[in-house]
T-cell receptor
Framework: RKEVEQDPGPFNVPEGATVAFNCTYS??????FFWYRQDCRKEPKLLMS???SGNEDGRFTAQLNRASQYISLLIRDSKLSDSATYLC??????????FGSGTRLLVRP | DTAVSQTPKYLVTQMGNDKSIKCEQN?????MYWYKQDSKKFLKIMFS???????INETVPNRFSPKSPDKAHLNLHINSLELGDSAVYFC???????????FGSGTRLTVV
């Protein structure tokens, strides 16, 4: 079983749509959680950290459920520029970042 | 002013050669990493250094040898390159080990 699992997609949505990505992780001792964004042929960039209480950054909302070992990312009012691969990332107990394989999002006009 | 810079950006080389990739960060971070992203886009950690000390060494062939001359630099030397080494190699840095990382733009290595 992979340590961090994501639906690979692609999610193909029209501009303005709301889209949600889910992620599960296997190690209950994981300590920190993040969403990264990676554009084609570019490096991953930190989108947001994920906190147990849930957190929002503009059109992006992240949720963490430690009991279910489940992380989500909600994008409201999708823009063309949101097209990218979204990586669910978990920091394990030895402080390593473990990456999911990513969910590809395509926002069409 | 680039925060984490890697050179070269592209590297095409023949099997059996030895090559190095360099990484420098100007963020004042104390921890640096090498990650490998294969053709399936999976990002996997290879090594981590904290203040020049090796702290993470994943199951990587010993043909791969990292070197950190100071906390702002982490280089990766690869001996006897194989076809399977073809991938994108990302350097990253962080302050401590708790926060998210800043990645370099990657080195696309192709072994022919």
């Amino acid at each position: 079983r992979k340590e961090v699992e994501q639906d690979p997609g692609p999610f193909n949505v029209p501009e303005g749509a709301t889209v949600a990505f889910n992620c599960t992780y296997s190690n209950s001792a994981s300590q920190s959680f993040f969403w990264y964004r990676q554009d084609c042929r570019k490096e991953p960039k930190l989108l947001m950290s994920v906190y147990s209480s849930g957190n929002e950054d503009g059109r992006f909302t992240a949720q963490l459920n430690r009991a279910s070992q489940y992380i989500s990312l909600l994008i409201r009012d999708s823009k063309l520029s949101d097209s990218a691969t979204y990586l669910c990332v978990v920091m394990d107990s030895s402080y390593k970042l473990i990456f999911g394989s990513g969910t590809r999002l395509l926002v069409r006009p | 002013d680039t925060a984490v810079s890697q050179t070269p950006k592209y590297l095409v080389t023949q099997m059996g050669n030895d090559k190095s990739i360099k990484c420098e960060q100007n963020l004042g971070h104390d921890t640096m990493y090498w990650y490998k992203q294969d053709s399936k886009k999976f990002l996997k950690i290879m090594f981590s250094y904290n203040n020049k000390e090796l702290i993470i060494n994943e199951t990587v062939p010993n043909r791969f040898s990292p070197k950190s001359p100071d906390k702002a630099h982490l280089n990766l030397h690869i001996n006897s390159l194989e076809l399977g080494d073809s991938a994108v190699y990302f350097c990253a840095s962080s302050q401590g080990q708790v926060y998210g990382y800043t990645f370099g733009s990657g080195t696309r290595l192709t072994v022919v």
